[in-house]
């Protein structure tokens, strides 16, 4: 795996091309499961089916689903191996769709439903960087890796323009003409078109060869081999709480909280009615959340071509810089509205700007290098279940966001639910550029060997 691509031949750079086309249509479905619920939140939230603290369980539920999808994450991926591990997740994926849609406004198929869809994003999230890091060579581990994120931001323009294509097609939520029947068949359509996708990555997965590295692990488990030396301590003595183990696991799980704790997830599942409060009215809601989604994408394809020349920390510090302009933007414009300006489309279009300049900067940073952190920091004994606690960690704190998000605002304000944000964002900042090692270029044993 140490070759370049220019030195394999066709066959193997065909391979490769797919590999990484496939594997980061997993990256898709993550997307999906973030941006469907934005899309078809308000035709929900109009036909009152729930109080608005039950809605935001509804919106936190995919991503509850996430914390539980990513426990057996690492043991699937050890017992099955890492491709029949994102086959399983693909299923998941499948089956949560008919369960959202056939609720009919039933709380509880709902949020059972939108819990499923988030397991498999659990699932797919720890084990997809995983499988391209061990697959790819060093040389292309960023930009392999980067399309997992490069996909998911194609998923969220996927949902995006759905919303748009809906709210064209049958009408705004909160237009007068609009009847309850229509609303709920605009909203199941939202979640309908998101199959899609899910069907073409089901049948693409069965081209996929197995992770070299779990083959190897397999093979050497079955000929009873123990990977010990003469004059290296066994391995039942290698403790797990050594500084080896504990800083990049540590390291890990603080930079995926702190990503999550930007709002990104979380927040973005609200982000068509955070429009609608700061004073765009309807589809023109809609039209802004395309718009930052798109830039989202185009960002991500350049933090993609950079991750490899610029380095993991570069683009983390001026990231998380960015993020923190950004979310204080937003957070500056709803404190105006909350103390007597009154919301238009001047001010609409306003949170609208500073939302991109949150989403540019986070596609640019966190966005790509967080799947990285997670796949190269955590040393070969460690990895499996090290990523599955670190992603249970970092959709913990995305969950939490989600789920109290209205109850959040109703007691504070937009304004301040931002800023509390963007202070967050000045601990990822910190741990970015302070105690973030440089991994470019290097293999994941020299990066293991870092951290001895």
Same mark, same amino acid.
């Given at each position: 795996?140490?070759?370049?691509?220019?030195?394999?031949?066709?066959?193997?750079?065909?391979?490769?091309?797919?590999?990484?086309?496939?594997?980061?249509? @997993?990256?898709?479905?993550?997307?999906?499961?973030?941006?469907?619920?934005?899309?078809?939140?308000?035709? #929900?939230?109009?036909?009152?089916? =729930?109080?608005?603290?039950?809605?935001?369980?509804?919106?936190?539920?995919?991503?509850? %689903?996430?914390?539980?999808?990513?426990?057996?994450? %690492?043991?699937?991926?050890?017992?099955?191996?890492?491709?029949?591990?994102?086959?399983?997740?693909?299923?998941?994926?499948?089956?949560? #769709?008919?369960?959202?849609?056939?609720?009919? &406004?039933?709380?509880?198929?709902?949020?059972?439903?939108?819990?499923?869809?988030?397991?498999?994003? &659990?699932?797919?999230?720890?084990?997809?960087?995983?499988?391209?890091?061990?697959?790819?060579?060093?040389?292309?581990?960023?930009?392999?890796?980067?399309?997992?994120?490069?996909?998911?931001?194609?998923?969220?323009?996927?949902?995006?323009?759905?919303?748009?294509?809906?709210?064209?097609?049958?009408?705004?939520?909160?237009?007068?003409?609009?009847?309850?029947?229509?609303?709920?068949?605009?909203?199941?359509?939202?979640?309908?078109?998101?199959? #899609?996708?899910?069907?073409?990555?089901?049948?693409?997965?069965?081209?996929?060869?197995?992770?070299?590295?779990?083959?190897?692990?397999?093979?050497?488990?079955?000929?009873?081999?123990?990977?010990?030396?003469?004059?290296?301590?066994?391995? /039942?003595?290698?403790?797990?709480?050594?500084?080896?183990?504990?800083?990049?696991?540590?390291?890990?799980?603080?930079?995926?909280?702190?990503?999550?704790?930007?709002?990104?997830?979380?927040?973005?599942?609200?982000?068509?009615?955070?429009?609608?409060?700061? %004073?765009?009215?309807?589809?023109? &809601?809609?039209?802004?959340?395309?718009? #930052?989604?798109?830039?989202?994408?185009?960002?991500?394809?350049?933090?993609?071509?950079?991750?490899?020349?610029?380095?993991?920390?570069?683009?983390?510090?001026?990231?998380?810089?960015?993020?923190?302009?950004?979310?204080? @933007?937003?957070?500056?414009?709803?404190?105006?509205?909350? /103390? &007597?300006?009154?919301?238009?489309?001047?001010?609409?279009?306003?949170?609208?700007?500073?939302?991109?300049?949150?989403?540019? =900067?986070?596609?640019?940073?966190?966005?790509?290098?967080?799947?990285?952190?997670?796949?190269?920091?955590?040393?070969?004994?460690?990895?499996?279940?090290?990523?599955?606690?670190?992603?249970?960690?970092?959709?913990?704190?995305?969950?939490?966001?989600?789920?109290? =998000?209205?109850?959040?605002?109703?007691?504070?304000?937009?304004?301040?639910?931002? =800023?509390?944000?963007?202070?967050?964002?000045?601990?990822?900042?910190?741990?970015?550029?302070?105690?973030?090692?440089?991994?470019? %270029?290097?293999?994941?044993?020299?990066?293991?060997?870092?951290?001895?």
């Amino acid at each position: 795996m140490g070759e370049t691509s220019g030195t394999l031949p066709a066959s193997a750079r065909r391979y490769t091309i797919y590999l990484m086309a496939m594997a980061g249509l @997993g990256g898709l479905l993550y997307g999906i499961d973030v941006g469907a619920i934005a899309s078809a939140l308000p035709y #929900i939230k109009a036909l009152n089916y =729930f109080t608005e603290a039950r809605l935001s369980t509804v919106v936190g539920a995919v991503l509850f %689903g996430s914390v539980i999808g990513s426990l057996p994450a %690492g043991v699937f991926a050890e017992w099955l191996g890492r491709k029949k591990a994102i086959l399983i997740g693909s299923v998941v994926f499948l089956c949560s #769709i008919p369960m959202i849609v056939f609720s009919d &406004g039933n709380y509880s198929v709902m949020v059972a439903g939108r819990f499923v869809q988030g397991a498999s994003a &659990g699932l797919l999230g720890v084990v997809i960087p995983m499988y391209l890091a061990e697959c790819l060579p060093p040389e292309s581990r960023g930009k392999g890796t980067g399309l997992f994120q490069l996909f998911l931001t194609i998923g969220l323009v996927f949902m995006a323009l759905v919303g748009v294509g809906v709210t064209k097609f049958f009408g705004a939520a909160d237009s007068a003409t609009l009847d309850a029947a229509t609303k709920a068949v605009a909203w199941k359509t939202v979640f309908w078109l998101s199959a #899609i996708p899910g069907v073409v990555f089901l049948f693409g997965i069965f081209g996929l060869k197995e992770s070299p590295s779990w083959l190897k692990k397999r093979a050497d488990k079955a000929a009873g081999i123990v990977a010990e030396k003469a004059d290296a301590p066994v391995v /039942h003595k290698d403790s797990l709480f050594q500084r080896k183990y504990i800083y990049p696991f540590c390291l890990a799980v603080v930079v995926l909280a702190c990503t999550q704790a930007t709002g990104i997830n979380s927040v973005l599942n609200y982000s068509v009615d955070i429009f609608n409060k700061s %004073g765009l009215p309807g589809i023109v &809601g809609n039209y802004a959340d395309a718009a #930052i989604k798109i830039v989202n994408l185009v960002m991500t394809v350049v933090a993609v071509s950079l991750v490899d020349r610029k380095g993991r920390t570069f683009l983390l510090k001026m990231g998380t810089l960015g993020i923190i302009v950004g979310l204080a @933007g937003v957070g500056g414009t709803f404190f105006a509205i909350e /103390h &007597g300006v009154v919301a238009s489309q001047l001010t609409g279009w306003l949170t609208a700007i500073f939302f991109m300049v949150f989403i540019a =900067f986070y596609a640019s940073g966190p966005g790509v290098c967080v799947w990285l952190a997670l796949s190269e920091l955590m040393p070969e004994r460690i990895r499996a279940n090290g990523m599955a606690i670190a992603l249970l960690i970092n959709q913990g704190v995305s969950t939490t966001i989600a789920s109290v =998000f209205y109850p959040w605002v109703n007691a504070v304000g937009y304004a301040w639910v931002f =800023f509390t944000l963007a202070l967050c964002t000045v601990v990822y900042f910190v741990t970015a550029a302070f105690f973030m090692p440089e991994t470019k %270029g290097k293999t994941l044993e020299e990066i293991e060997e870092f951290f001895k």
